[in-house]
């Protein structure tokens, strides 16, 4: 199963800036770019950490391709 990441439109769409966010959820600028750009996906910890940041739900944020 593959899933495409819209977090490149969502932070586009809200003006958030990839390092700060990275720092928000405790992760590096490279591990959360390899996301953002489809490179890998996150642990589940993370995934969670993303969706209790920016409000979201998982398949708003990740979708199934």
């Known amino acids: 199963m593959q899933f495409k ?6 932070f586009a769409e809200r003006d ?4 700060d966010f990275a ?3 405790g992760i590096s600028q490279a591990a959360l770019s390899a996301i953002m750009n489809n490179r890998s996906l996150p642990s589940f910890p993370v995934a969670y950490a993303i969706c ?6 998982i398949n ?6």
């Not at 990441?5 to 969502?10: A, V």
């Not at 209790?52 to 739900?57: A, D, H, S, T």
């Open 5 to 10: 990441c819209r977090l490149k439109i969502i």
């Open 16 to 19: 958030i800036k990839q390092g």
């Open 23 to 25: 720092k928000r959820i």
């Open 52 to 57: 209790e940041e920016l409000g979201l739900p």
């Open 60 to 65: 708003e944020i990740w979708i199934k391709q």
